[in-house]
């Protein structure tokens, strides 16, 4: 496993930042950002679609989510997309002690801190900057 996770999210401004090259597993999410991936993120591992389909705008969504190989986390598992994991929740909620997490975000780092990752960065999470987490 790799020590390194990278949580990428769609701030334009600072999604550029992330160090595509480097070996860290990198994690995406969102409806929003699979049509950029051409242009603004060459590669993941692991993609995070953690709100219900009823709140998915883009019918083309659904489709390429379908035709992917590498994990997607959800809600719960959907068999009309084979690579779609359920999120670890009860798992999640029991490690940390808490009701519920405030977005995205938090879910993708408490997986990330659960599986052992040694550093978690965020990238194009709406911030000016990135921020690490060193265990």
């Not at 020590?3 to 480097?22: H, L, N």
């Not at 068999?79 to 993708?108: C, K, N, Q, V, W």
Request: net charge negative; charged share 25%; proline share 6%.
């Amino acid at each position: 496993m790799k020590k390194t996770v990278y949580i990428v999210g769609g701030d334009r401004a600072s999604c550029y930042k992330t160090p595509w090259e480097d070996d860290a597993e990198i994690w995406l999410l969102n409806e929003m950002w699979w049509k950029r991936l051409d242009t603004d993120y060459p590669r993941w591992d692991r993609w995070f679609e953690l709100h219900w389909p009823a709140y998915w705008e883009d019918p083309g969504y659904h489709d390429w989510m379908k035709r992917q190989t590498r994990p997607i986390y959800l809600q719960r598992a959907d068999p009309a997309i084979p690579a779609g994991i359920a999120y670890p929740l009860d798992e999640a909620l029991a490690y940390f002690g808490r009701r519920y997490f405030t977005d995205s975000f938090a879910y993708m780092i408490a997986l990330a801190i659960m599986e052992g990752f040694e550093e978690i960065r965020l990238y194009g999470v709406n911030l000016d900057t990135y921020y690490e987490f060193h265990a």
